[in-house]
């Protein structure tokens, strides 16, 4: 997979999370994109170390993983403004 894949489906993944967070009117793609790549990160490793598998990221549940970890760093930014 290229690298404009992993942007698009980082992007995917932080607009759907802003959308459940309610954080997307105050943020732009390029947040969406960033928030989902390093949301991805977060869920791979908190589920590597949950489950004891390695992260796969083209699948469902690599997708569903990557979705909770930008709806975590969502919730971590959203606590730490306040």
Known sequence: MGILS??????LCGWIASKIMGTDAQMGILANIIVGIVGSFI????????????FVAW??????????GACVLLWMLKKFRK
Not at 43 to 54: A, T
Not at 59 to 68: D, E, P, Q, T, V
């Open 6 to 11: 992993y942007l698009i489906c980082g992007g």
């Open 43 to 54: 869920g791979g490793f908190l589920g590597s170390l949950i489950f004891h598998v390695p």
């Open 59 to 68: 699948s469902l549940s690599g997708f569903l993983i990557a979705l909770l």
